[in-house]
C-alpha cells in the first residue's frame, strides 16, 4: 500500500535550518508529483510548491523561494524540504503530499504524509 | 494567489445534509474542473474526499458529494455521521503560473 513516511518533529533556534524527509513506498516514486503543504498553528492548508520526481526540477508558490528547497533521492525513494534562516512564523506542520498530475497540472493529493512539526523558538 | 473562500462553519444534526460552499475565480474555480475537497480530523493528516470536482477516491463513502457552478465549487455531506465532525478544505488548480490553491477551510460540526 502507499505510504508517506516523514521525519519526526523539530524544534530549532531562529537563523537555523532544518532538513524534513518524506520517505514513500508502494509506489514507483518517479511516477507522480511530490507536494509540499504547510500548516501554521490553528490556520488552513498553504500549497508550498512541487517537485518532479522525473526531472528534480522544483516549483516553488508565491512566498515560498528564497530559503525554502526541495529535494529528492531517487534512490531511497525520498523527497526533502529544507528551511534556512528559520524564524518563528515558519513554526508550523509541515506535510508532504503525493501529488496526480497532468503535465504540469498538479490536481489533487491522493496521499499524504503524517506531518512534520517544526518548532522555531529561542 | 488569494485563498478561495469558504464559511468558517456549518453544522447540522445526524442523518441531516449539509453543504458547504467554496467560492473561487475564473482563473482557478470557475476555469478548471480540477477541484477537489479534503477532510482533515484534528491532529491528523488530510484525507482526499472528491477530486475532479465529483468524482469519489475508492473508500469515502458516497454519502460524500461534490459539484461546481461558475466560480463556486460545493460538497454536500448527507446523512451526516458523528465521524464527519471535522475540518474540510477545498483546492483547484489555478493556471500554470499559480499552480494550485486551497480554501480558508470549514469547520463541519455534527450537534
Known amino acids: 500500500q502507499v505510504q508517506l513516511v516523514q521525519s519526526g518533529s523539530e524544534l530549532k533556534k531562529p537563523g537555523a535550518s532544518v532538513k524534513v524527509s518524506c520517505k514513500a513506498s508502494?509506489?514507483?516514486?518517479?511516477?507522480?508529483?511530490m507536494n509540499w503543504v504547510r500548516q501554521a498553528p490553528g490556520q488552513g492548508l498553504e500549497w508550498m510548491g512541487w517537485?518532479?520526481?522525473?526531472?528534480?526540477?522544483?516549483t516553488y508558490a508565491q512566498g515560498f523561494t528564497g530559503r525554502f528547497v526541495f529535494s529528492l533521492d531517487t534512490s531511497v525513494s525520498t523527497a526533502y524540504l529544507q528551511i534556512s534562516s528559520l524564524k518563528a512564523e515558519d513554526t508550523a506542520v509541515y506535510y508532504c503530499?503525493?501529488?496526480?498530475?497532468?503535465?504540469?497540472?498538479?490536481?489533487?493529493?491522493?496521499?499524504w504524509g503524517q506531518g512534520t512539526l517544526v518548532t522555531v523558538s529561542s | 494567489q488569494s485563498a478561495l473562500t469558504q464559511p468558517p462553519s456549518a453544522s447540522g444534526s445526524p442523518g441531516q445534509s449539509v453543504t458547504i460552499s467554496c467560492t473561487g475565480t475564473?482563473?482557478?474555480?470557475?476555469?478548471?474542473?480540477?477541484v477537489s475537497w479534503y477532510q482533515q480530523h484534528p491532529g491528523k493528516a488530510p484525507k482526499l474526499m472528491i477530486y475532479?470536482?465529483?468524482k469519489r477516491p475508492s473508500g469515502v463513502p458516497d454519502r460524500f458529494s461534490g459539484s461546481k457552478s461558475g466560480n463556486t465549487a460545493s460538497l454536500t455531506v448527507s446523512g451526516l455521521q458523528a465521524e464527519d465532525e471535522a475540518d474540510y478544505y477545498c483546492?483547484?488548480?489555478?493556471?500554470?503560473?499559480?499552480?494550485?490553491?486551497f480554501g480558508t477551510g470549514t469547520k463541519v460540526t455534527v450537534l
Open positions: 475532479e470536482v465529483s
Open positions: 483546492s483547484s488548480y489555478a493556471g500554470s503560473n499559480n499552480l494550485y490553491v
Open positions: 503530499a503525493r501529488g496526480e498530475s497532468l503535465g504540469l497540472a498538479i490536481i489533487y493529493f491522493d496521499y
Open positions: 475564473s482563473s482557478d474555480v470557475g476555469g478548471y474542473n480540477y
Open positions: 517537485i518532479n520526481t522525473n526531472t528534480g526540477n522544483p
Open positions: 508502494g509506489y514507483t516514486f518517479t511516477s507522480y508529483a
